[in-house]
């Protein structure tokens, strides 16, 4: 049953539909989908690769409602978590309504926005350039030939450009998407802005804090798992987590000395799953090994990778 929306909808104008976010890793795919919907549900990180499912997030206006898929950057995988990855964002092209591709003003065009856009032409569907960190060029004349560039390439149904991080003309991106979806009702509540569940954001909100805390050799090789969590009698929620790693010495390093490193990915975690839930939590973290969990179709299937 569609519910009663929130506002009043003109049903002869009204519009909803689904939008694909698609790019390499790391050019803001993840920030740009936070800040259109005001909330923080995909995790981010300065480190590639840092989205490997595909997040659904819903933003709901008086005109529109809009179903982005934040997914996977697109690369060469080198394991098979990485072909999972690159499987579920190319998948969802041929799903959604239109597509916001993407790109880092501050990066040369390469092979990887080349083989995107290979990818784009098969779908036959409108695609949105967002032109993304404009607050990191020095020069904002830089943004015409960059915008020139791709235009030759590639038949945009538009471009803007954007930042994602400082919110900086995503109206302008937001009113571009819209002109591509179909007339429609409203099908997700007003208060709806994911299609995960909470075990699994607070999975990702410690993995974040993972990843920003350990060293280079260390984000691509950590998973994490609830294994538990209950609301108390006083209202507080405990939180029992384990971040899995592929070797010894890996584990070694989350620890850190003396528990050090891992007692502050809990603290700086603990901080963002509060203001998720809205309550104190009690954050339980282990650290387990679980060798070449990459590579291993059972283990990936346990950690939701896989159908």
């Known amino acids: 049953m569609i519910p009663e929306p929130r506002f009043q909808i003109d049903p002869k104008t009204h519009k909803s539909g689904f939008v694909a976010v698609i790019g390499r890793p790391n050019v803001g795919k993840s920030t740009l989908i936070n800040s259109l919907i005001?909330?923080?549900?995909?995790?981010?990180?300065?480190?590639?690769q840092t989205t490997r499912t595909r997040?659904?997030?819903?933003?709901t206006q008086q005109d529109a409602q809009?179903?982005?898929?934040?997914?996977?950057?697109?690369?060469k995988p080198k394991?098979?978590?990485?072909?999972?990855?690159?499987k579920a964002a190319e998948g969802t092209l041929k799903e959604v309504d239109a597509i916001i591709f993407v790109v880092d003003a501050t990066e040369k065009f390469g092979p990887g926005e080349q083989y995107i856009m290979e990818r784009l032409q098969a779908t036959n569907k409108p695609v949105v350039l967002a032109i993304n960190k404009l607050d990191l060029l020095e020069?904002?004349?830089q943004l015409l030939p960059i915008i020139t560039s791709y235009n030759g390439k590639y038949h945009f149904a538009a471009t803007v450009p954007i930042s994602a991080k400082e919110e900086n003309n995503l109206d302008g991106l937001l009113t571009e998407i819209k002109k591509h979806l179909p007339k429609g009702p409203q099908y997700y509540p007003d208060d709806m802005v994911t299609d995960q569940p909470e075990r699994l954001i607070v999975a990702e909100l410690i993995r974040e804090k993972a990843l920003l805390l350990t060293r280079e050799e260390i984000p691509h090789a950590i998973a994490v798992d609830i294994e538990e969590m209950k609301a108390r009698d006083n209202g507080d929620m405990y939180v029992r987590a384990t971040i899995y790693?592929?070797?010894?010495?890996?584990?070694g390093i989350v620890i850190?000395?003396?528990?050090?490193?891992?007692?502050?990915?809990?603290?700086?975690s603990r901080a963002d799953i509060q203001m998720l839930l809205g309550c104190k939590v009690f954050l339980d973290l282990w650290v387990k090994v679980k060798k070449d969990w990459r590579?291993?179709?059972n283990i990936l299937k346990d950690f939701g990778f896989q159908d």
Request: charged letters at 30%; hydrophobic letters at 35%.
């Open 245 to 251: 790693v592929e070797r010894e010495s890996q584990k």
């Open 256 to 268: 850190g000395k003396r528990g050090s490193l891992l007692k502050e990915i809990g603290a700086q």
């Open 295 to 297: 590579n291993r179709d």
């Open 139 to 141: 020069d904002k004349e």
């Open 55 to 59: 997040i659904m997030c819903v933003l």
């Open 79 to 86: 394991h098979k978590l990485g072909e999972y990855m690159v």
């Open 38 to 48: 005001g909330q923080k549900i995909a995790i981010m990180s300065d480190k590639p």
């Open 66 to 75: 809009m179903v982005f898929l934040d997914t996977p950057g697109i690369h």
